[in-house]
């Protein structure tokens, strides 16, 4: 008899009473599912009945077992290819080559083929981190958490600056060694009267945007142009300001600031940039467990060793 029948009745409709009258803690259950210790324990589950499967009938067993999942695959399989379902005979000829392939591949891992194979040791590193993503993708994503990132990571989702500007260019090849002292010139008389129209050498640039992107300007005139005209001030003509092309006399009419968007224009970039963190500390989680279980040795050449003594030149004088 356990100890649970020992109790008093009362003791123990009060405990069923418990039981069934605790709230729920959906939240508190959300969060742990984001805990990368907690992908790290769903991932040891799943390969523990990994490991057990293959002691029953994968690698160093002599049961092979096909089951109906694979038996629908590989006819799909065929399917995609002659956009027809195989008949008896064909899908009996690719699970005998299913089949082959298994007893080549457990054969050639008894026999060690696998070792020190470059190849080899990738990939299954690659489906074994592929396990991890799993069980990362199987942790649910709420707004709660898209808008966390979002407020946390804002530089990287805000929009462009936008400019409207006027330039004028000053040629290199034209005006020689005096090409900064002729545009402060210009510049100077730009200053000085409102009423002189700018005029520059020619140019296949354009001579005014109107609300482009600080990204759309750099590809024209270039980024440092371009964040040289973000960090100018709105109003008076300022420069000169360097390009690829030479320099130039820029006037910012209007700038409009980046901002950082709502959810909803984001959230598939939002949403992937987030999945993508959770995988990268599951996968630091995981190894960290998995190699306490690892004693690593690296046995390093030392620059410059004094090489030893023969044993022919070894001793003192005789």
């Known amino acids: 008899m356990s100890s649970a029948d020992l109790q008093p009745a009362e003791q123990r409709d009060a405990?069923?009473?418990d039981v069934h009258t605790a709230p729920a803690r959906p939240s508190l259950f959300g969060?742990?599912?984001?805990?990368?210790?907690?992908?790290?324990?769903?991932?040891?589950?799943?390969?523990?009945?990994?490991?057990?499967?293959?002691g029953q009938g994968g690698a160093g067993s002599n049961r092979i077992v096909i089951?109906?999942?694979?038996?629908?695959?590989?006819?799909?399989?065929?399917?995609?290819?002659?956009?027809?379902?195989?008949?008896?005979q064909e899908l009996k000829g690719l699970l005998d080559e299913h089949v082959r392939e298994e007893v080549a591949t457990r054969e050639s891992m008894?026999?060690?083929?696998?070792?020190?194979?470059?190849?080899?040791?990738?990939?299954?590193?690659?489906?074994?981190?592929?396990?991890?993503?799993?069980?990362?993708?199987m942790a649910p994503v709420s707004d709660d958490d898209l808008r966390q990132w979002l407020n946390?990571?804002?530089?990287?989702?805000?929009?462009?600056?936008?400019?409207?500007?006027?330039q004028v260019f000053m040629d290199p090849a034209r005006h020689g060694d005096a090409l900064e002292r002729d545009a402060k010139a210009l510049l100077a008389r730009l200053h000085a009267s409102s009423d002189i129209?700018?005029?520059?050498?020619?140019?296949?640039?354009?001579?005014?945007?109107?609300?482009?992107?600080?990204?759309?300007?750099?590809?024209?005139?270039?980024?440092?142009?371009?964040?040289?005209?973000?960090?100018?001030?709105?109003?008076?003509?300022s420069g000169p300001v360097e390009s690829g092309y030479g320099l130039h006399l820029v006037r910012v009419s209007a700038r409009v600031e980046g901002a950082l968007p709502?959810?909803?224009?984001?959230?598939?970039?939002?949403e992937r940039d987030l999945r993508s963190d959770r995988r990268r500390k599951a996968m630091q989680a995981l190894y960290d467990g998995l190699l306490e279980r690892y004693r690593v040795t690296i046995a390093r050449r030392l620059p410059n060793a004094a090489t030893e003594p023969s044993a022919g030149s070894a001793g003192g004088a005789p």
Do not use: N
């Open 110 to 137: 008894a026999m060690g083929l696998d070792r020190d194979d470059t190849v080899i040791r990738r990939r299954l590193r690659q489906k074994f981190e592929f396990l991890v993503d799993d069980a990362v993708d």
């Open 262 to 270: 709502p959810l909803d224009q984001v959230r598939p970039q939002v």
């Open 152 to 166: 946390s990571h804002s530089d990287d989702y805000k929009t462009d600056p936008r400019l409207t500007f006027q």
């Open 31 to 54: 969060q742990w599912l984001r805990e990368p210790l907690v992908h790290f324990l769903v991932l040891g589950a799943l390969l523990f009945v990994a490991f057990e499967w293959w």
């Open 67 to 88: 089951t109906p999942g694979q038996v629908d695959a590989i006819a799909a399989g065929f399917a995609r290819v002659w956009q027809r379902p195989p008949t008896e």
């Open 197 to 237: 129209v700018p005029s520059g050498d020619a140019t296949l640039l354009p001579a005014a945007m109107t609300g482009t992107s600080q990204t759309d300007v750099g590809r024209l005139f270039g980024v440092e142009f371009a964040a040289a005209l973000a960090a100018t001030p709105a109003g008076p003509w």
């Open 15 to 17: 405990a069923h009473a």
